[in-house]
């Protein structure tokens, strides 16, 4: 088992930055792959961004290229979202996810892939 607990939320103006931290503990070594998803009001669970957990290769989704910067510390089993240029539609509940068996790029932002998750952390973005 692994468990994951997120960090960092809170309200921000737009433009504004924050910084989503993830922390790990368990059978940590089984993961291949961790990612953080995002559920807005009245929406589905999408992706955001996922990191390699060996490799450190990444992947984002286009709405958030450019602004969201995902990485790994693996000495303290923390992942962490950087997210800047922040946008009104960026608020969500922003969830941790780890995945012990995602070995594809492609593989990393489905969230079906990701065995173990977070109980999320809020994110609201005042315009």
């Known amino acids: 088992q692994v468990q994951l607990v997120e960090s960092g939320g809170g309200l921000v103006q737009a433009g504004g930055s924050l910084r989503l931290s993830c922390a790990a503990s368990?059978?940590?070594?089984?993961?291949?792959?961790m990612g953080w998803f995002r559920q807005g009001p009245g929406k589905e669970r999408e992706f955001v961004a996922a990191i390699n957990y060996r490799g450190g290769s990444t992947v984002y989704a286009d709405s958030v290229k450019g602004r969201f910067t995902i990485s790994r510390d693996n000495a303290k089993n923390t992942v962490n979202l950087q997210m800047n240029s922040l946008k009104p539609e960026d608020t969500a509940v922003y969830y941790c996810?780890?995945?012990?068996?995602?070995?594809?790029?492609?593989?990393?932002?489905?969230?079906?892939?990701?065995?173990?998750w977070g109980q999320g952390t809020q994110v609201t973005v005042s315009s």
């Open positions: 368990g059978r940590t070594f089984s993961m291949s792959a």
């Open positions: 996810a780890a995945g012990r068996l995602i070995t594809t790029a492609q593989g990393m932002a489905i969230k079906e892939n990701y065995d173990y």
